[in-house]
């Protein structure tokens, strides 16, 4: 019978796999590799919610016309300074003795800690830029609760004239995925899509923009539409980034705010979460976690026939090239612990970045290089 020992299979040593990281985090990118953010190293911090200066270049202005012998006005070159947040992320993770003698003798678990957690981290990233992205003042909104306008190709381009004659090829356009599927049903008059899905292994476009899909676009529901017995009103404030596009909330015991309760859907009413009070303000729930909206009730009488139903609101992202920034510190910072007690190893992995939204695009323009497009 062979002799398994603790040398046979794989340990973790911190400092390799700190070094396996280091080259791993090189070829990191951000926001699915496209050119709409930059990844710059140097951030000059390591304490999260500190703020740093993110330094850009003013705009010299337009050029002027001059009688013969007159003089240019002098123009200086200066430059401003935006503030950011520094955010401290990381993931902790352990190996227990039992699991190393299930792994493979042969594999290498320096690499594949390295790609998970490079991983993880350009996710996290793209969630910091997506939620910088949202700040952008330059929007669109033709959301209308009667008459519906989901996201196309015509407005992708009227998204785009937002620029004027600043606008360049755009870098990104990031929608949920509620919308390639409305994409995706377009058809011209012949019955024949107008958005075909082809794997190419490339990303596709509309309007000439490469399209990428996150639900963590984030979706929300101002217009709630209520039926039944004299209801009285109910509000949903805040927006969810999950993949959450319908709500619906009935009452199931009748009663005053407070007394009454109520249940509520995600899919549209084939699955419910019961049994909750009616109350001032509630936070809606999904698995256990908070989705980012509140239902706000009013006063008043409820009817067990008092039915809401939420008409969503989707927010797209258009990005011009260099529009956004990782600002990334030193790579992470690989550390170990034994606990013995549990007979398992410890390694926790520590970062600090900053993302940016640039207040204007870096192709010399005034406006900022992100717009947002809200619609049904």
Known sequence: MPTITRNSVPQIIPEILERAVRGAFKGAKALYGSSAAIVRPGLPSNKGGEKVQVPYFNTLGEWEDLAEDAELQLADLTTDED???????????????????ATDPDSDPYVEASRQLVEGAMRRWDKALIDSALTSPLFLDVYNASTPRTLDYDLTVDGQELWGDEMRSAALLITHSKQKANLLKQKDSQGRPLFTDMNTGSVQTIAGTGLVISDRCPVEFPTITATGTTPPTVTVTGYNTRAINKLRLEIT?????????????????????????TAATIELLF??????????????????????????KYTSIIALPASLVIWLNSAPKVEEDRIILRDKTVVAVNAYFAAHRYRRSAAGGTRTGVALLKHN
């Open 83 to 101: 503030e950011s947040s520094v955010i401290r992320t990381g993931k902790a993770f352990s190996i227990t003795d039992w699991a190393r003698l």
């Open 253 to 277: 015991t009748a009663g005053a705010r407070g007394t009454a309760v109520f249940r509520y859907s995600f899919d549209g009413g084939q699955t419910w979460i019961i049994g909750t009070i």
């Open 287 to 312: 698995d256990g976690t908070k989705t980012g909206l509140t239902v706000n009730f009013a006063a008043g009488n409820y009817a067990v026939d008092n039915v809401y139903v939420g008409t969503p």
